[in-house]
């Protein structure tokens, strides 16, 4: 179901400094990393001042509130709303009623920090119940903007080493998902690569 969000996605941004990497070292060009924080800034700064609504879903009262109160702190941005629901897994009544929230405020953009995986897939099923607006998921960027989370020095971010920082951070959290993930993503990328340069050997002759 995640591969299918993905795809079914209007834009998927290269989160991770080693998925920027990768695609250039596939031939595409001019791509680089665009995380999750540093988009949500961007879109805020360039809002800020328009009437454009925002809404935010996910994580908690307390994080809600003081991303809120920060945001107004250093943007004019109408904030529509916000919603942190219980956490677990959610029926459809559920979702309707967060749909409802989120139509009622009638907002422009709405910021989902549910976790990766989870919020990609919920996105997914849920999109065209809205009236209007577009949802980005942002995983823990709530928590990175509000200073909850710390993002790692430049250098990590440069040479692709955020998620160790991260994992140093948060090792409960972070050790299983990067175990299950990192591993598969080196493999599947190794053996994309050693496919492509056989195909264009043959391809060459």
Known sequence: MLKIAINNSFMSLPDGRPISLLANIKGI????????PDFMKEIFRKTSGTGLRHFFLGDTGEILEKLINKIRENYDLQIAGSLSPE???WTAETD??????????????????LGGGKQE?????????????????VGAGFRFFTGDIKRAPLVFQRLGFEWLFRLMQQPGRMFKRYMTTLPF???????ELISRKTNLQINSK
């Open 29 to 36: 060009k001019d791509i680089d990393r665009v995380a999750g």
């Open 87 to 89: 956490f677990g897994n």
């Open 96 to 113: 309707e009623q967060i749909i409802k929230r989120i139509n009622d405020s009638e907002a422009d953009f709405i910021w989902v920090a």
């Open 121 to 137: 897939v919920w996105m997914n099923e849920n999109y065209n119940k809205l009236n209007k607006g577009i949802m980005t998921g």
């Open 185 to 191: 993503f080196v493999v599947y990328s190794f053996e």
